[in-house]
């Protein structure tokens, strides 16, 4: 064999090899990339479970704020006519102190 010969077939062993190489690489890749991918979806699923949850809940508040208000609207004036709101707000200057009485020392000081 001729030294011409033998690098010829140097390197069609070496292509050969870096094929063999690239190949390896190519299906680790794959493989790595399509776990990468299971996982994700797995996460993006999860994610709009909870995103759903989510728009349950404040869908839930919505309606509990809105029949708040509407029981507010109602029994307002139920409450003032019985008297509740004055006791509620006697109740509050007890524990929270009296707002106007604040009010009434800025002015004061204001002059």
Same mark, same amino acid.
């Given at each position: 064999?001729? *030294?011409?010969?033998?690098?010829?077939?140097?390197?069609?062993?070496?292509?050969?090899?870096?094929?063999?190489? *690239?190949?390896?690489?190519?299906?680790?890749?794959?493989?790595? *990339?399509?776990?990468?991918?299971?996982?994700?979806?797995?996460?993006?699923?999860?994610?709009?479970?909870?995103?759903?949850?989510?728009?349950?809940?404040?869908?839930?508040?919505?309606?509990?704020?809105?029949?708040?208000?509407?029981?507010?609207?109602?029994?307002?004036?139920?409450?003032?006519?019985?008297?509740?709101?004055?006791?509620?707000?006697?109740?509050?200057?007890?524990?929270?102190?009296?707002? *106007?009485?604040?009010?009434?020392?800025?002015?004061?000081?204001?002059?």
């Amino acid at each position: 064999m001729t *030294s011409a010969e033998t690098i010829s077939q140097i390197k069609d062993i070496v292509l050969i090899v870096f094929f063999m190489f *690239s190949l390896v690489v190519l299906i680790f890749a794959t493989i790595f *990339s399509l776990r990468l991918y299971m996982r994700v979806n797995r996460f993006m699923d999860r994610m709009e479970s909870v995103a759903d949850g989510f728009e349950e809940t404040f869908g839930r508040l919505t309606v509990a704020r809105q029949a708040m208000e509407d029981a507010a609207t109602i029994l307002g004036p139920v409450a003032k006519g019985l008297g509740l709101v004055g006791v509620i707000q006697g109740i509050g200057r007890l524990f929270g102190g009296d707002k *106007s009485k604040k009010n009434g020392l800025d002015d004061k000081r204001e002059r």
